[in-house]
């Protein structure tokens, strides 16, 4: 079982909510990011989606194109990412991290390089937002082989077909887009999302992150009724990009702890 599935099975025993903040690896500060991580577990968070900076996020909005812009000024390569993961790992062998990005910094790696890379680093699980089901086959086989999960998104536009090609490939956790657009963009409407999700779950049993608009205690528990977890990127981001980079994990806990405080108030066992 990987960490992420464990983490799944003991919130279900719990019956409490996951928590996944988002954070692009190098913003606001390469020498931070190892810290930021250990504040965001300690803040609370199941798992941390470590966004891998790319010179075209085609699927994010502005404030997490911004982050991979100053995330790339900084030099912040695929290795050095992998670096702070496996430097993070040193004291925390729990929290699940995975990796969030693009199809072409992978492809120029090599993709079963990449692969063992990550394993080697103590990563757990990848999302390749421009890697769809039909073309993934043998990258979620090369993951899967070394007990890493393979992520994949679904939005409301998603057809029966298209959920079922996902669920045949997908394990940890299925992330599903609340909005069409890019990330940041429009308003959370959580009815949508609570009848998307019961159509989902007819095809996997794999359990469900809901992001895209959840940027607070009340959105995030409003999600969480109809969710396994919620993912919260831009609002966090903002929160960061808005602070002096030597308090940003000062900001990150301030941010994401009464999240966990009202998730858990509202949803444990």
């Not at 909005?179 to 998307?196: D, I, M, Q």
Request: proline share 6%; with cysteine.
């Amino acid at each position: 079982m990987s960490r992420i599935q464990q983490v799944f099975k003991d919130l279900a025993a719990q019956g409490r909510k996951g928590l996944i903040p988002f954070v692009t690896a190098g913003d606001p500060d390469p020498h931070h990011v190892v810290e930021l991580l250990h504040a965001l577990a300690q803040a609370g968070s199941d798992v941390i989606e470590l966004g891998v900076p790319f010179s075209d996020p085609m699927a994010d909005g502005p404030v997490i194109q911004r982050s991979s812009e100053r995330a790339l000024a900084h030099g912040i390569s695929t290795l050095k990412i992998l670096e702070f993961v496996s430097e993070f790992r040193k004291s925390n062998l729990n929290t699940p991290i995975v990796l969030m990005g693009y199809a072409n910094p992978i492809e120029r790696m090599g993709t079963q390089k990449f692969v063992d890379a990550a394993k080697s680093a103590g990563v757990d699980g990848v999302l390749v937002v421009d890697y769809p089901p039909e073309e993934s086959i043998e990258f979620a086989r090369e993951l899967r082989e070394v007990e890493l999960d393979p992520i994949f998104l679904l939005a409301p536009t998603s057809t029966d077909d298209r959920i079922e090609k996902v669920a045949k490939l997908a394990s940890g956790y299925v992330y599903y887009v609340s909005l069409t657009g890019v990330t940041g963009a429009g308003n959370l409407n959580a009815n949508s999302v609570s009848s998307k999700l019961p159509l989902i779950r007819q095809h996997t049993s794999v359990p469900v992150g809901v992001g895209f608009g959840i940027r607070d205690a009340e959105s995030a528990c409003r999600v969480a009724e109809s969710s396994d977890a919620v993912v919260i990127g831009s609002a966090l981001i903002t929160a960061l990009e808005n602070a002096p980079a030597d308090q940003a994990c000062t900001v990150a806990k301030a941010f994401l702890s009464p999240i966990r405080a009202a998730l858990d108030a509202k949803f444990k066992a």
